[in-house]
Each structure stands twice: as C-alpha cells, then as structure tokens.
C-alpha cells in the first residue's frame, strides 16, 4: 500500500479526483468526513467549541452551526487558528488510525487534506503528494454556480486559504483541473497508472 495525500484549494475539484481514483480503486481517507465525525453533537470537541465561540455556534438541536461558526473563523484569522487548534489534532489522530487499518493491503490509499502542509508528510507517512489545482477564477465560478456560494464570501473562503503557489510547491503531482470532466479523466488516468507502479516497486522492496 502506498498512502498519498491530495490537496486542493476549494473549488479546485479535489473531490472529483478523489472520486475518480475511488472508482478505480482506491481507498479514500477525507479529512473533510473526519471533521463532520469529530463535532456530533455530544462530543468532545463539539463542546470545547461552544465554549471557545459561544452557544450560537450552535443550532437549536445541539448540532454545530457551521455557517455561524464559518462567519467567525473565515473573518479572523485569531479564531480560525483557535479553530484549528481544537479540531486538528484529533482530526490528523483519526487519520492516522484509519491509515494503520490499511497497511495490510496492497494499492493506494488516498488521504483527502484540503489544509495539508508540509507537516503531513512525515507526520502521516505519505509516499508522494497529489495537488489538484485550478485558476482562481474558475474555482469562484464553481463556488457561486454549483454550491450557491455568495460571490464575495466565496472571494474570502479563497483568500483565506494559502496560495495556488505554496500549495502546488507541496505536490509531487499537479493535476490542472481547468477544462472538463473527461479532460480530468484522462489527466487522472495517466496519474492513476504512475501510482499503481509506485505500488508494485514498493511491494518488490
């Protein structure tokens, strides 16, 4: 098995590479599930959140409100890292559980990161590093098209993340998604046949 990590910066289409490869079979790992996971109502982390951003975080039902607790994070960087330090480490914990129930089998195993860094690398003991990448633009016009963002609120969610620069300096791959799906296809086939060699020239040591 080898576990490669894939990023991308929202709209960029990391979930339809993901996708794909699953079809193809891979075993796909996302941070993002992990995430909804950790903040059920009645957790933990759900409860340490309450208390850092208060009870409005929160719908009516004990659930986590994430479009409140989004307007906070996404318009101060004091409380998305406070955030961060609340919900990341048992996220990357339950990766890295996930991780060891596949060592045993042969092929790929993706770990969907949309905040990867470097960091992951050694920490998660990734093989090689996926980037899916695409214009700026073109990630806007999928936010405000295909998930209903507010044109400006999708402008913030992608300001607040890192560069299209610092982000592709992480991959050992950069897969461009700036055309169709069947162009994406064939970019993740050409990909798809790289790995499965990776895997068999690890198997032979």
């Known amino acids: 098995m080898i576990v490669v990590g894939v990023a991308g910066g929202i709209g960029s289409g990391k979930t339809a590479v993901t996708d794909v490869m699953g079809a193809r079979g891979a075993i796909v790992i996302d941070a993002d599930v992990i995430a909804r996971d950790i903040v059920a109502p009645g957790s933990p982390c759900l409860e340490e959140i309450r208390s850092a951003f208060g009870d409005h975080v929160l719908h009516e039902d004990g659930s986590l409100n994430r479009e409140a607790l989004a307007t906070i994070v996404f318009t101060d960087e004091s ?116 790995l499965l060699a990776r895997t068999e020239a690890k198997a032979r040591g």
Request: aromatic content about 2%.
């Open 79 to 194: 409380a998305r890292l406070q955030l961060n330090e609340i919900t990341h480490p048992r996220i990357n914990d339950e990766m890295k559980r996930q991780i060891a129930l596949t060592h045993a089998r042969d092929g790929v195993c993706l770990i969907a990161i949309p905040l990867l860094v470097s960091e992951h690398r050694e920490r998660l003991g990734l093989d090689a590093i996926i980037v899916v990448d695409c214009p700026t633009e073109i990630a806007l016009e999928r936010l405000v098209t295909d998930r209903q963002f507010d044109r400006d609120h999708a402008r913030s969610r992608i300001a607040s993340q890192i560069s299209r620069e610092e982000r592709n300096a992480l991959g050992d791959y950069v897969v461009v998604n700036d055309g169709t799906r069947d162009q994406l296809e064939r970019k993740i086939d050409d990909l798809w046949s790289v």
